[in-house]
């Protein structure tokens, strides 16, 4: 069955087998070709492709039609040029994303370059700076340095401690609260530039539960608030203003990052 | 586009086979071209290679519609003769275009595709949309036809 249906096909072959050898598609073809060449049939039917492919190339061009060939241009896609390739609405497309994502994932890495323990609580405070007003604040008229005690006794919190750059500023109001990981935050609020001052616990190592200390002053931004962060005693105090790195920068001392 | 997929000179041989007909296939030629060259400007020329004959082979198609089409008869077959080669010679160009424009369809598009010489038989298959076994069937009864034909003229002219 199977031979019968080879021979068939072998026989399809023959029957559409190219004039020229240039066109001698594929193997199966030359297979066929080269299987039968020398046949008296076979170079019957070649002699005879031959001389009818021979009288058709005689077919005269009327000169109103050759006129086309002198302008092949006018029917040839017009080439593919950098500048249409870039203007390509789907390479513009994927061009596009890949920017945006380029762009993303650049952001992304830069903002972790500049994290470090506690960065992430730093950004939530940023933003509860950002809405607060000071009316919802305990007024407290005092310097921000002897808030510390305030904090102790009061609430039970120790080392929650202004550091000397920020102690003697004198604050209008002040409060302690819950953020949403049932951490205890102290909210100072100063006359100086209406900045306002975080104190925070620092983070800690989940599997020992070490502090994860770091030096100096590390900044964080948060949609036009700066805050400027340091560690102490497991305390993480941050100093917080609308504005840039700048303003701030007059008020720290020692190493900033 | 390469050269050989936009092959002028055999395209209108092409359309000339199918029509029989230097005016008609002129008419589709220029027709064609001038399509072509509108989609090029426009910049939506197709990417298929050989889509020029594809076009003017339907343009042919629809053409020859409205012809007068030839009745269905058994037309006679003979074996391919060692002379043949000789006979055909003796014919001129317009004689046989009329002879493969007369043949039904799909018979006449795949005796003009084949004997201009310039597809192999995988591009016949895409440009005329066959089957292998149609393509070996037209070609070879259309060889069969021919020789029929050439002897009937050749026993013809020696009588006379």
Same mark, same amino acid.
């Given at each position: 069955m199977r031979t019968l249906r080879l021979l068939r096909r072998r026989r399809a072959l023959l029957n559409c087998a190219p004039i020229s050898h240039d066109h001698l598609a594929d193997r199966s073809m030359r297979a066929a070709v080269s299987r039968e060449d020398g046949s008296d049939g076979f170079v019957n039917q070649q002699n005879f492709d031959r001389a009818v492919a021979e009288l058709i190339r005689l077919v005269p061009i009327p000169a109103e039609s050759a006129e086309w060939f002198l302008d092949k241009g006018a029917i040839r896609g017009p080439k593919w040029t950098w500048r249409r390739i870039l203007l390509n609405p789907a390479?513009?497309?994927?061009?596009?994303?890949?920017?945006?994502?380029?762009?993303?994932?650049?952001?992304?890495?830069?903002?972790?370059?500049?994290?470090?323990?506690?960065?992430?609580?730093?950004?939530?405070?940023?933003?509860?700076?950002?809405?607060?007003?000071?009316?919802?604040?305990?007024?407290?008229?005092?310097?921000?340095?002897?808030l510390s005690d305030l904090f102790f006794m009061k609430h039970g919190l120790e080392h929650y401690d202004v550091p000397d750059e920020f102690a003697d500023f004198r604050t209008i109001g002040c409060r302690v609260f819950d953020d949403d990981e049932?951490?205890?935050?102290?909210?100072?609020?100063?006359?100086?530039?209406?900045?306002?001052?975080? =104190?925070?616990?620092?983070?800690?190592?989940?599997?020992?539960?070490?502090? =994860?200390?770091?030096?100096?002053?590390?900044?964080?931004?948060?949609?036009?608030?700066?805050?400027?962060?340091?560690?102490?005693?497991?305390?993480?105090?941050?100093?917080?203003?609308?504005?840039?790195?700048?303003?701030?920068e007059p008020y720290l001392s020692g190493p900033k990052q | 586009m390469s050269d050989r997929k936009q092959n002028l000179p055999q395209l209108y041989r092409f359309c000339f086979l199918m029509l029989g007909d230097s005016r008609k296939a002129q008419e589709v030629f220029n027709t064609t071209l001038r399509e072509a060259a509108v989609r090029a400007a426009q910049g939506e020329l197709p990417r298929e290679p050989f889509w020029l004959f594809r076009?003017? %082979?339907? %343009?042919?198609?629809?053409?020859?519609?409205?012809?007068?089409?030839?009745?269905?008869?058994?037309?006679?077959?003979?074996?391919?003769?060692?002379?043949?080669?000789?006979?055909?010679?003796?014919l001129d160009p317009t004689q046989l275009a009329i002879w493969i424009s007369a043949a039904p369809d799909p018979q006449r598009s795949a005796l003009a595709l084949f004997y201009l010489d310039e597809f192999n038989y995988l591009?016949?298959?895409?440009?005329?949309?066959?089957?292998?076994?149609?393509l070996s069937r037209c070609l070879s009864q259309g060889r069969r036809q021919l020789q029929a034909w050439l002897d009937a003229k050749h026993l013809g002219a020696a009588e006379v």
């Open positions: 390479v513009l497309a994927i061009s596009i994303a890949l920017l945006v994502i380029a762009g993303v994932f650049t952001f992304q890495v830069l903002g972790r370059l500049n994290d470090f323990p506690g960065s992430a609580t730093a950004r939530k405070l940023l933003t509860v700076a950002g809405s607060t007003r000071s009316v919802t604040l305990d007024p407290v008229s005092a310097e921000a340095g002897t049932s951490q205890r935050i102290a909210q100072i609020w100063v006359a100086e530039k209406r900045m306002q001052f975080f =104190l925070f616990p620092a983070e800690r190592d989940t599997k020992t539960g070490a502090v =994860l200390a770091f030096p100096g002053w590390r900044y964080v931004h948060q949609e036009g608030w700066i805050g400027a962060v340091t560690e102490h005693n497991g305390v993480c105090f941050m100093a917080v203003l609308q504005g840039r790195e700048k303003d701030l | 076009e003017a %082979r339907w %343009r042919c198609l629809e053409a020859s519609k409205t012809d007068l089409q030839p009745e269905s008869l058994e037309i006679e077959e003979h074996d391919i003769a060692p002379q043949a080669a000789s006979q055909i010679k003796q591009e016949i298959l895409d440009i005329a949309e066959l089957k292998l076994s149609t």
